[in-house]
């Protein structure tokens, strides 16, 4: 079954549980999904990368909320992202992402902040969508000691 079969499933056991607030959710990320199947196929997007996207965009939403005062919307988007984080893959370890930036590093042949370019395209690749790309950057600077 694939994630747009089941927010679809899902969909429906919450309105049927009256819960219109995760109802509501639902039938947006189930529409960003269609339309990003709708998308041609070299520059679509897969599931995993639309989901990211849009709890990115609660998740700022949210902050832009708060930030001028409006906890009542800074909540209702929190409580989507949380919606949107159920059915991402499980983020990977430290350690794990520790081993992945060191491959990559050690094909590349980085040695400095300079070399990032080179680094980051290799580590996203073997990530694979299982890590944000701000803590991937993070570790890979930390690696090349900036």
Do not use: C, F, N
């Not at 219109?20 to 679509?44: V, Y």
């Not at 919606?83 to 893959?89: E, K, R, S, T």
């Amino acid at each position: 079954m694939s994630v747009l079969d089941q927010i679809r499933a899902d969909t429906v056991a919450a309105m049927k549980a009256g819960d219109r607030q995760r109802a509501g959710a639902l039938r947006l990320i189930s529409s960003e999904l269609q339309k990003a199947a709708k998308e041609p196929p070299d520059g679509g997007l897969d599931e995993t990368t639309v989901l990211r996207r849009e709890r990115k965009r609660r998740t700022e939403a949210a902050t832009a909320y708060r930030d001028a005062g409006r906890a009542d919307l800074a909540a209702g988007e929190e409580a989507e992202a949380e919606i949107l984080a159920g059915y991402l893959p499980a983020e990977i370890s430290d350690e794990e992402l520790a081993a992945l930036v060191g491959d990559a590093l050690a094909e590349s042949g980085a040695t400095s902040v300079r070399e990032m370019g080179k680094v980051m395209p290799l580590a996203m690749a073997r990530v694979q969508g299982r890590a944000d790309g701000r803590r991937v950057s993070a570790m890979v600077r930390e690696r090349l000691g900036a």
